[in-house]
């Protein structure tokens, strides 16, 4: 029942995201919304961790499943992206290389922060 239970917190945000993605006029997916308000919702501590955790923590390690639909899709609608594949490819790698560069820079000035602080502290 406990995995119900959090199940439905987490398809209620999912449900509100759709609400807002069709009262809001911006291209942002349902589900944006609805993640983001789950973060805010626990950030705030009106839903705790402890209420959502085993739930996500199990969808989390399934999520490989999640992308298959989109994969046959893909697969599915190959030949229409045929001329357009080597653009594609560059603009896969182009943006790979720049979310590694950033991911590896926020982390290390993060790392710094958090260096100075502990110096401080000390």
């Given at each position: 029942?406990?995995?119900a239970k959090?199940?439905?917190?987490?398809?209620?945000?999912s449900?509100i995201?759709e609400?807002?993605n069709h009262?809001i006029?911006?291209p942002?997916?349902?589900?944006?919304y609805?993640?983001v308000l789950l973060?805010?919702?626990?950030?705030t501590k009106?839903?705790?961790?402890?209420?959502?955790?085993?739930t996500?923590?199990f969808?989390?390690?399934?999520m490989?499943i999640?992308?298959?639909p989109?994969?046959?899709?893909?697969?599915?609608?190959?030949?229409?992206?045929k001329?357009?594949m080597?653009?594609i490819?560059?603009?896969?790698?182009?943006?790979?290389?720049?979310v590694?560069?950033?991911t590896?820079?926020?982390s290390?000035?993060i790392?710094?922060?958090i260096?100075?602080?502990t110096?401080?502290g000390k």
């Open positions: 029942m406990k995995y959090e199940l439905m917190i987490i398809l209620l945000f449900f995201g609400v807002l009262l006029p911006l942002i997916p349902a589900s944006i609805g993640m973060f805010i919702s626990l950030a009106f839903i705790k961790l402890e209420q959502v955790e085993e996500a923590e969808l989390l390690s399934i490989l999640f992308f298959v989109a994969s046959v899709g893909i697969m599915d609608t190959f030949f229409a992206y001329s357009s080597a653009f490819v560059i603009i896969v790698i182009i943006s790979t290389i720049v590694m560069a950033t590896g820079l926020v290390q000035f790392i710094k922060l260096n100075k602080k110096k401080v």
